[in-house]
């Protein structure tokens, strides 16, 4: 302190005192009052250091989707017009607003360690952030001005606002469900991680560092981290987008402070010997290629269901379709890895950088490729060339999940705005809209090529047909956020988990609107993301993937609702999960910087492969013999994976 107060010489002064609406009122963002120290009021140059309104509001804008508050983001920054700033958002450092109030709280730390006459105090008082303003310099706090109800139990701090995945975010879409759709509901935390990214710890799911950048930042900024914020508040997107993306901007790279469950612990300690087997960096794994070219987090991957290819989506605005070659072909035509030279699909938009990709499908023959972004436009792209076909303009908010019927000539998207859209992509018209929910839609999913599910932020889910105006049929039995949705094979089971850490399967043949099976307390923490078997037969039919942020998978089987196993491997929540097409293998990915391949039969853990950041989401190919990932740190893995599809020993 006497060192801060010898600096202190220089003439320096701050006052400020700056209002910025946030909603629907007005509060005081920023009181620039600091009593000024008797050194500095000495001086007779006096510099003002002022902050417009404008600026805290950029600031403001800034910091909600750095940390993964996709959706709060999108509606402050629209609310306040900062998304018509003249403020060059190059010049603005990521974590700005969080380095000045650190900044403030330095200065005002050293007033509090020193006495009229400069000299430190001898008993400085303890920093408490509740009666900061209430401080006397040097002073005992409990000589100042008892607040208002001081005599009652201190409350316990109020968790931030959940938001709707990085960008997260993040999608409760963790991952590829066979059929080559991909969602972030950690993007929309970022874009998304409500735009569901409070899981987004996102991550969403949902903000990153590793890769070089904040959500909204240029490339080489930190990003947010979804692991860092509490899931409990997590929304997507978003995120992944909302709760996918909700991408959660300090360290996404470091896995979250929360233990694990019991549980959880357990199964992997019993385990530890045999895993330090399986654990390997990417960098030293010859069957991984490293695809770079993003430049800043990758919230979405997907194979295409016909072809070699993968489609990334990031939060740089673009997405990437990264074309055949396995490590092998690129080691023996002398190409390095990541060197592959991807098609760019530029998602252009009045929001700029800063308008993430959340969601991608591809149609059924993997002739066309549909994206959903933050700016709310979806937009259709041939494969073959990545030439834009038509952009579909409807939606007035983030877009958290979209897909292709069967057929693969209709289009259904959900967004922040509490609808859902079915679309014709040949004639650009909408086929129908249905404003069926009171919250934001967080996932959807086709049952045939009329009929679809829905889920919301509302903790409902809809079940429409084309040319019904209203639902088919409502389930309403779940006490928290609803997160994902997913029809069986059959068209006939509807599984959906929530934040109130179920999972319920509902049978639509049934009358009435009680689940055919509820778990209630599935896993120890909010369920963040469900795959079902894509088995027809065997022993794996009816199975049921769910993947949780008590850091477990566990494996259903539906007709008993017996747990067959319990996968307890990552240090972390479990944002995306995925099944091989034989059913025998699960990928799965984490905020703890892993990808992790299990054997579904035994629940064993094959192969772990640690990359550089959050793992958002994970995808199959078509046969099998390669999986995708893609990270917080601006990668996209491809790996050959020889023990699947092909019917080897189950190891790569």
């Not at 409990?142 to 316990?156: F, Y």
């Not at 409990?232 to 992944?240: I, K, N, T």
Request: glycine share 10%; with cysteine.
């Amino acid at each position: 302190a006497a060192a801060a107060a010898a600096a202190a010489t220089a003439p320096v002064a701050a006052a400020a005192v700056v209002q910025a609406e946030v909603g629907h009122g007005r509060c005081v963002a920023a009181n620039g009052y600091h009593r000024e120290a008797l050194a500095l009021r000495a001086t007779t140059a006096t510099v003002i250091m002022s902050l417009s309104s404008d600026e805290l509001n950029y600031l403001m804008y800034r910091y909600l989707q750095e940390s993964g508050f996709v959706h709060s983001a999108f509606a402050f920054g629209h609310e306040s017009h900062v998304v018509h700033s003249t403020i060059n958002a190059g010049d603005i450092p990521p974590g700005a607003l969080i380095a000045l109030i650190i900044k403030g709280l330095q200065y005002v730390e050293v007033e509090a360690n020193l006495q009229e006459d400069g000299m430190e105090a001898a008993e400085p008082a303890p920093f408490s952030l509740v009666h900061l303003t209430q401080r006397a310099c040097g002073g005992d706090p409990a000589d100042a001005e008892e607040p208002a109800g001081a005599g009652a139990p201190a409350a316990a701090p109020t968790a931030p606002a959940k938001e709707a995945p990085s960008l997260p975010t993040p999608a409760a879409n963790g991952g590829d469900g066979g059929d080559g759709s991909s969602s972030s509901n950690v993007a929309a935390a970022a874009a998304a991680t409500t735009v569901k990214a409070g899981e987004s710890d996102a991550t969403a799911p949902a903000g990153v560092s590793g890769g070089g950048g904040a959500p909204a930042a240029p490339a080489g900024a930190a990003a947010a981290d979804p692991a860092q914020s509490d899931p409990a508040d997590d929304g997507a997107g978003l995120e992944p987008a909302a709760k996918r993306i909700k991408t959660e901007a300090m360290a996404v790279d470091e896995p979250s402070a929360a233990p694990a469950s019991p549980s959880a612990a357990a199964a992997t300690a019993s385990a530890a010997a045999p895993l330090a087997e399986v654990d390997v960096d990417v960098a030293s794994a010859p069957e991984v290629d490293v695809l770079r070219g993003h430049t800043c987090e990758v919230f979405v991957c997907s194979w295409n269901p016909a072809a070699d290819v993968i489609a990334s989506g990031s939060g740089d605005s673009t997405v990437r379709l990264w074309r055949g070659g396995t490590p092998d072909a690129h080691q023996a035509n002398g190409v390095g890895a990541g060197s592959a030279d991807p098609i760019v699909l530029r998602h252009d938009s009045l929001l700029g950088a800063e308008n993430k990709v959340t969601t991608l499908d591809w149609n059924r023959d993997g002739t066309l490729l549909a994206t959903g972004s933050f700016d709310g436009q979806m937009r259709v792209w041939n494969a073959a060339d990545g030439s834009l076909r038509c952009t579909l303009a409807k939606h007035s908010g983030p877009i958290f999940s979209l897909r292709w019927n069967k057929k693969g000539d209709l289009l259904l998207s959900g967004c922040v705005d509490k609808t859902a859209i079915v679309w014709d992509p040949a004639t650009q018209e909408v086929r129908q809209r249905f404003d069926c929910h009171s919250d934001a839609v967080l996932d959807v999913d086709w049952r045939g090529n009329k009929s679809f599910a829905t889920c919301s932020e509302d903790r409902t889910i809809n079940v429409c047909k084309l040319g019904e105006a209203a639902p088919v049929k409502t389930y309403a039995g779940h006490a928290g956020t609803v997160n994902a949705i997913r029809w069986d094979p059959s068209g006939t089971l509807l599984a959906s988990c929530s934040d109130d850490c179920s999972l319920k399967v509902w049978n639509v043949k049934r009358d009435g609107a009680q689940p055919q099976l509820d778990l209630p307390r599935a896993h120890d923490r909010e369920i963040y993301t469900i795959r079902w078997s894509p088995t027809d037969g065997g022993t794996l039919n009816g199975i049921l993937a769910s993947a949780s942020f008590d850091h477990t998978i566990k494996l259903h089987d539906v007709a008993s609702g017996a747990c067959l196993q319990t996968l307890a491997h990552h240090a972390d929540k479990v944002y995306s999960v995925a099944f091989s097409p034989d059913g025998r293998f699960l990928a799965s990915g984490s905020p703890d910087r892993t990808l992790n391949v299990w054997a579904t039969k035994s629940g064993r853990l094959v192969r772990s492969y640690r990359g550089d950041g959050t793992v958002f989401e994970v995808s199959w190919s078509r046969g099998g013999d390669q999986i995708a990932a893609c990270t917080s740190g601006a990668s996209v893995y491809r790996v050959a994976w020889r023990g699947g599809g092909g019917g080897g020993s189950g190891a790569p």
